[in-house]
């Protein structure tokens, strides 16, 4: 491990602190704009520095989308790895930070992947259907933003006014919602037709939607942010991410809580599988719908049981395309 050498790096829009880590030595601090021309200018200077040491060299950043473009594109033509981590699991390992200081976020990064690059994954860059589907999502998902504002404006704005006067802001406003449903339908078609296109993609939704409760825009999300199961070794951190898995909060021998989850999670995903649990609660068929009804029964926590189905859906989900079949409600 001493001869390896990790470079940290924290992304902004406009530039990228970087801190490299070899053996004992202290860390040495740059910054560079985040455009392509520059990371390669770095990269190439940096190589030469590190010329013997070529194969043991190890980028570890948090996962910023879109930020990341220019330096993943980079280091995948320099065949340097990389290491993309949620930057909540990151955030999670920096302890108790008093100031927001980039350089040494950059510091901590690269310890974090001194730490751990042995169990987390090596970044893979996504097919270009996966990247456009994640595209289309992140379309639709603002198109429902603004549907939302829309439609959460209209009881109060109108309350106030006359009735041709409301009558008047409901037709400026239903043209706009009417707009934006279209839209919504094209996009959902276009997403749904690039599935289908591609083999690998409808496998994976027809596995994933095959788990009850499962819909197309849960599949989507979760084939988006595994990146078709690439990204996470286990259904547990996978869980983690999406911020179902409960986490043990104990301490010494008298002060024990309740088993709880982390409010570091990814929120849409979350929202999407305890909407999937709630089904079990309406209609209770089925092994999870019995579940749901037995803990009940026991006097648990509703929401505690509806975030324990929502792990099992996790756990089911990968279980599935591991194995390549159809799930049994056995």
């Known amino acids: 491990m001493d001869s390896k050498i990790f470079v940290g790096v924290d992304i902004s829009k406009n530039h990228l ?3 490299t880590l070899y053996k004992q030595e202290p860390p040495v601090l740059a910054r560079i704009s985040n455009s392509l021309s520059d990371i390669n200018e770095f990269l190439a200077s940096f190589k030469k520095i590190y010329k013997k040491h070529s194969k043991n060299i190890i980028f570890c950043a948090e996962n910023m989308g879109i930020y990341t473009k220019f330096l993943a594109a980079a280091l995948i033509k320099q065949k340097i790895d990389l290491y993309l981590e949620s930057p909540l699991q990151i955030k999670r390992s920096m302890g108790i930070q008093r100031a927001k200081d980039d350089r040494i976020d950059a510091i901590k990064i690269a310890e974090y992947a001194r730490k751990n690059h042995l169990s987390i994954r090596k970044w893979e860059k996504p097919r270009k259907c996966v990247e456009e589907l994640a595209t289309l999502y992140s379309i639709r998902r603002r198109l429902l ?3 939302k504002v ?3 404006s209209l009881p109060t704005e109108t309350y106030f006014l006359s009735t041709s006067d409301r009558l008047s802001r409901l037709s400026y406003i239903n043209q706009t919602l009417n707009a934006i449903n279209d839209d919504l339908e094209k996009v959902e078609q276009a997403a749904a037709e690039l599935i289908k296109s591609d083999k690998r993609l409808d496998t994976l939704r027809t596995l994933i939607m095959s788990v009850p409760r499962i819909g197309e825009v849960t599949a989507a999300q ?12 286990s259904p547990k951190s996978f869980a983690s991410f999406c911020g179902v898995a409960p986490f043990p909060w104990k301490s010494g021998t008298n002060i024990i ?21 709630v089904g079990f609660a309406r209609n209770p068929v089925g092994t999870l719908g019995r579940y ?3 803990k009940v ?34």
């Not at 979760?222 to 070794?233: G, L, P, Q, S, V």
């Open 145 to 147: 933003k603004v549907k």
């Open 17 to 19: 602190d970087l801190a």
């Open 257 to 277: 809580k309740r088993t709880r989850v982390s409010h570091f999670a990814r929120k849409e995903l979350k929202a999407l599988l305890h909407m999937a649990a």
């Open 150 to 152: 829309l439609r959460s």
């Open 222 to 233: 979760i084939i988006i942010h595994t990146n078709e199961f690439k990204e996470f070794a």
């Open 292 to 294: 749901y009804t037995r």
């Open 297 to 330: 029964n026991e006097g648990k926590n509703k929401m505690s049981i509806l975030n324990a189905i929502s792990n099992k859906l996790i756990h089911r989900i990968f279980s599935c395309v591991r194995n390549n079949a159809i799930y049994q409600d056995n």
